[in-house]
């Protein structure tokens, strides 16, 4: 089964935890610390597939997470990095934040291989914080937390030609007499369901790629039917083809169709109507009688739009609008179209992570917020020089300007986290 569209979780690794220890090594007095840093976290990376078509291995499996960094160990061990896991797509492939629908990487073009999430740093072990006043450290820093997100991943299939038009107006014979497609064929709507690609060859001209959009109907633009599924797939062609049954041979007006198509895609995407497009007429073989002026019409209707005349089922004029799409394709421009990224994924660090200080009913100022939270999880504030370095951290982090601004004054308590201490300016 086609698929085109999936909703996916991915997550990075986190980092390996910094290690506290000490050398206890014998004839070695004050061997200081030698706890090791933690291994990087897993990145969650998206590469190109070029055997790959279609989404659906990601209908089976909808859950990417990267594995964590080792933490650290003694003597000054390092801790093992995680493997990065690499997630194959198709080419063509946009990957969306899927609560904002921004766009974070589009798989096409010169972008083959992208990190999209990366995995968190390990943390630092104890060796890293000895200095000349702190030279018996007894804390280490924890590794950075993994990233996490659901995306949404929509494939847009990369055509040079697209073919578009009403349920069985004939794009499908169209497609399979030109070019090396197979689509299914047969006498009733919507026989067509997922887009198909075709190489066309035309002698003495070169060649290109044609697509066959399905059948768009009246709303498509607004979600009636499959019509999104159908409409991102025209948005990287370069040269649209109205497919429409001249023939009328199910009471449609041919006319009508096309500006109702032409409506479609101007609702959906208006930028859609500044390409080149011409008008495949097709079935004029079962055109029987002389009464019926569909082609006129056709062109009297779009006076800017080039009309011809074919018959998927015979052939004919078929050649002629085959090397007027190359003609019109010598002049665009080649650049595939790559959608442009919109979503940055937030690495922030630590000191930007937010906290807030508050004064409860009893006049104690509580101080909260995940940087609060993170600090003390690496800080001993037992030790004499693990309380200095809090004491640092308060300075340095601004919580004791914003303790001031609060009206904390001499001999008020101050409560961090189960952890209460009186302040002295």
């Not at 080792?70 to 061990?77: I, L």
């Not at 104890?126 to 820093?141: H, I, Y």
């Not at 495949?280 to 002389?290: G, L, M, R, T, W």
């Not at 595939?336 to 937010?354: A, C, G, M, Q, R």
């Amino acid at each position: 089964m086609f698929a085109d569209s999936a909703k996916i979780f991915i997550k990075s690794g986190k980092g390996g935890d910094g290690h506290v220890s000490f050398r206890r090594e014998l004839f070695v007095a004050a061997g200081g610390p030698d706890g090791g840093d933690g291994g990087k976290g897993g990145d969650i990376i998206f590469e190109v597939d070029e055997g790959l078509n279609t989404l659906t291995d990601f209908r089976m499996k909808r859950k990417y997470v990267a594995g964590d960094g080792e933490p650290g160990g003694k003597r000054k061990c390092h801790g093992a990095d995680a493997k990065n896991l690499t997630i194959k797509v198709p080419e063509g492939t946009v990957i969306k934040d899927f609560e904002s629908g921004k766009v974070i990487a589009d798989m096409s073009g010169d972008n083959k291989r992208e990190v999209i999430l990366r995995g968190g740093k390990g943390g630092f072990g104890n060796m890293n914080f000895a200095t000349a006043t702190m030279q018996v450290p007894k804390f280490a820093k924890p590794g950075q937390p993994g990233k996490e997100m659901f995306v949404l991943l929509e494939l847009k299939v990369i055509a040079d030609v697209g073919l578009v038009g009403f349920p069985n107006v004939g794009k499908s014979t169209l497609l399979s007499r030109v070019s090396n497609a197979k689509p299914k064929i047969a006498n009733y709507h919507f026989t067509t369901l997922d887009p198909h690609l075709g190489v066309v060859d035309v002698k003495g001209a070169g060649g290109f790629v044609m697509a066959d959009i399905p059948g768009l109907i009246e709303g498509a633009s607004e979600g009636v039917g499959l019509g999104h599924d159908f409409l991102r797939h025209i948005e990287r062609t370069k040269v649209l083809v109205h497919v429409v049954d001249a023939a009328s041979t199910e009471g449609r007006d041919p006319v009508e169709d096309i500006k109702t198509i032409i409506n479609e895609l101007k609702n959906y995407d208006e930028s859609l109507l500044g390409r080149p497009q011409v008008i495949a007429a097709n079935k004029i073989d079962a055109i029987y009688s002389e009464e019926n002026d569909s082609i006129k019409r056709i062109k009297e209707a779009f006076p800017d739009i080039k009309v011809f005349p074919i018959s998927g089922v015979s052939g004919k004029g078929i050649p002629e609008l085959l090397y007027e799409l190359v003609n019109i394709l010598s002049t665009v421009d080649k650049t595939p179209t790559v959608f442009e990224k919109e979503f940055e994924i937030d690495y922030s660090s630590d000191k930007n992570l937010p906290f807030t200080v508050e004064v409860d009913e009893n006049g104690v100022f509580v101080v909260e917020g995940p940087r609060i939270e993170k600090m003390l999880g690496y800080t001993n504030l037992d030790s004499e020089k693990g309380f200095d370095f809090f004491q640092k951290f308060l300075k340095t982090s601004g919580i004791l300007e914003k303790l001031e601004e609060a009206g904390i004054e001499d001999g008020n308590t101050v409560r961090m986290y189960g952890h209460e201490f009186d302040y002295y300016k």
